[in-house]
């Protein structure tokens, strides 16, 4: 059989795209891979923060396996396999534009290059005015790559959008045509005209991503190679806005996850099933027709993408595991914030190892786990000034040591029910399943030697940082 080709599209902190049925987003290319081939309802990153959730995609490993990689402006250690090397090995063509794993640095780990392939970012843009879209031609950086393709050879590339990570220029949703009206704002963030506006400006920066996107499965069409090729669309994390990337709740781990593949892939199908992003690796190597190896955690999802039903697909698929240690400095000796969950189809059960912690970064230094934002100074203003508490709460305030949720009437997890009578054995069974699952995988955090993450350098700016913050260089965000 031919090999496939593969697309994996990565957007830069999206939660939505309109195939969801989000009416103020307006992402055609996205819902046409949907239509094509599978939307999948649940999706999971296995770390809510853009380095160390590419780490799992590339290894399919838990990002608590991964050393230094489980770290935000981490190290990625050679030592763990990725799959474009591997099919680099058997024989595709592979390369990436925009932004790959990161931010980090894989030098230093011993990697020849970033891992996830090798570069292509010559192709330039001028951006539209007044926004914060980068200047990188992603289509025309993958149409140079696929010019550079051997031939016979098959093709693997990774589009990684810079957007819709921040910063944006305020009002560019506004300024392209959006309505706020269009805009359903979360119970976590205040139903504001200052987040609604917010909102079309990530929402009209998740549509530049759809747009490059959309030129590229035109060209994969125009050139016949579309049928025989794998493509995959998702993001890394959710959405740049307080409560959401960095933390450790439903709509920072559930994010679009499209799959197409015409030769291979019955499409119009949506399945309910949830699966861990430490599945892709495993997924693309298995239609490759190569081994994911011993080093991967990952199953494969070709048996459900290739059955011609939607709903449940596979009743095994019903757990998933989530983490987080060290993601952006500014807490006391700029130590990180651990947390572990596990996810089922009807709860969401947190431990927070260190509840005495600032979930989203100290006060001092500014929540510095929670992206500047319009959203974020109007939920700190309304705090400082005693208009209301319940949005500081819910983005930035303790949490307990233990949390626990009926996702399936509180996606928003806004009502705890680790102390609730009612709940007491469903917590315990829970905690003593994810308490197994971490052993099982050797998870240091669990093993009496989770102090090691915090040993880790940390490769970005200190600027943020407690050592600045004492010693008066501090910079606030």
């Not at 996205?30 to 999948?40: I, K, M």
């Not at 809510?48 to 490993?61: D, N, V, Y």
């Not at 947390?339 to 230094?365: D, K, M």
Request: charged share 25%.
């Amino acid at each position: 059989m031919q090999a496939p080709n593969i697309l994996f599209a990565i957007a830069d902190d999206a939660s939505h795209m309109s195939a969801y049925g989000h009416s103020f987003v307006h992402t055609p290319n996205f819902d046409r891979v949907a239509e094509q081939g599978v939307l999948f309802m649940n999706a999971f990153t296995s770390n809510p923060k853009c380095a160390p959730s590419r780490a799992s995609i590339l290894t399919g490993r838990h990002s608590w396996q991964l050393e230094e990689a489980c770290n935000h402006f981490g190290i990625f250690p050679s030592k763990f396999a990725v799959f474009p090397d591997l099919l680099d090995d058997a024989g595709y063509h592979v390369g990436y534009t925009g932004k790959g794993w990161g931010p980090g640095d894989w030098r230093a780990g011993g990697c020849s290059r970033n891992p996830a392939g090798p570069e292509y970012n010559d192709a330039r843009l001028t951006p539209p005015e007044k926004t914060g879209i980068r200047p990188i031609d992603y289509a025309g950086n993958f149409e140079a790559f696929l010019n550079d393709r051997p031939d016979g050879a098959p093709f693997y590339f990774w589009y990684g959008g810079h957007e819709p990570h921040r910063s944006y220029v305020e009002g560019e949703g506004m300024r392209a045509g959006k309505d706020p009206a269009d805009v359903t704002v979360p119970p976590y963030l205040p139903d504001h005209e200052v987040v609604r506006n917010d909102l079309l400006d990530y929402a009209y920066e998740v549509e530049w991503f759809d747009q490059h996107l959309g030129q590229m499965l035109d060209l994969l069409d125009r050139t016949g190679e579309l049928e025989n090729t794998l493509v995959i669309v998702t993001s890394d994390n959710g959405m740049p806005f307080p409560r959401v990337k960095g933390q450790m709740y439903e709509e920072d781990f559930r994010l679009p996850l499209a799959i197409s593949w015409p030769r291979e892939v019955p499409g119009g199908r949506t399945v309910e099933d949830l699966v861990s992003f430490i599945d892709l690796a495993p997924t693309l190597l298995h239609a490759a027709g190569l081994s994911p190896g011993e080093q991967m955690e990952g199953n494969p999802l070709t048996d459900v993408l290739r059955s011609t039903s939607s709903g449940v697909i596979d009743p095994d698929r019903d757990r998933v595991y989530m983490g987080r240690e060290r993601h952006d400095l500014g807490r006391e000796d700029d130590l990180g914030y651990p947390v572990r969950c596990i996810r089922t189809p009807e709860y969401l059960y947190v431990c927070n190892f260190h509840p005495e912690r600032w979930p989203a970064g100290n006060p001092e230094t500014g929540f510095t786990n929670v992206d500047a934002s319009p959203t974020k100074s109007l939920v700190l203003e309304q705090h400082y000034q005693n208009e209301t508490d319940r949005y500081f709460n819910l983005a930035f305030a303790k949490r307990p040591a233990e949390e626990l949720y009926r996702i399936d009437r509180d996606p928003s997890c806004l009502h705890n029910l680790a102390e609730d009578p009612g709940h007491q054995a469903t917590k315990k069974s829970l905690r003593q399943e994810l308490e197994h699952t971490l052993v099982s995988t050797r998870d240091p955090r669990i093993l009496g030697d989770g102090d090691t993450f915090e040993t880790y350098r940390y490769t970005g700016s200190d600027a943020h940082s407690w050592r600045s913050y004492r010693a008066g260089t501090w910079a606030p965000l």
